[in-house]
């Protein structure tokens, strides 16, 4: 994989933050905290794109005709069925 460097400017705050890391064993160099920061982002987004695509189905899927122990045993359900419960 290509990499690109980059100029990134820190705080000193910032920076004893980061030497911190490093010093602490948690890093190796700044690049690689930065590099897990990037990654922890990432991830970060999917789960918040996943989670709006998933809030945008419900409400365009209109309101349930099911009642509420209806809804409540069908989830109780599928928590056995994947070992969740």
């Given at each position: 994989m ?5 100029t990134?400017?820190?705080t ?19 690049s ?6 990037v ?16 809030l945008i189905e419900?409400l365009?899927g209109?309101?349930s ?6 809804i409540?045993?069908e989830v ?8 969740r419960?």
């Amino acid at each position: 994989m290509a990499t690109v460097r980059k100029t990134v400017t820190f705080t000193e705050q910032q920076d004893k933050w980061i030497k911190a890391q490093i010093e602490a064993g948690e890093y190796t160099n700044d690049s690689e905290y930065l590099r897990n920061l990037v990654r922890q982002d990432q991830a970060n987004n999917a789960k918040f794109l996943s989670l709006k695509t998933k809030l945008i189905e419900g409400l365009e899927g209109g309101v349930s005709t099911k009642s509420l122990p209806e809804i409540m045993k069908e989830v109780e359900t599928r928590m056995r069925e994947d070992g969740r419960l």
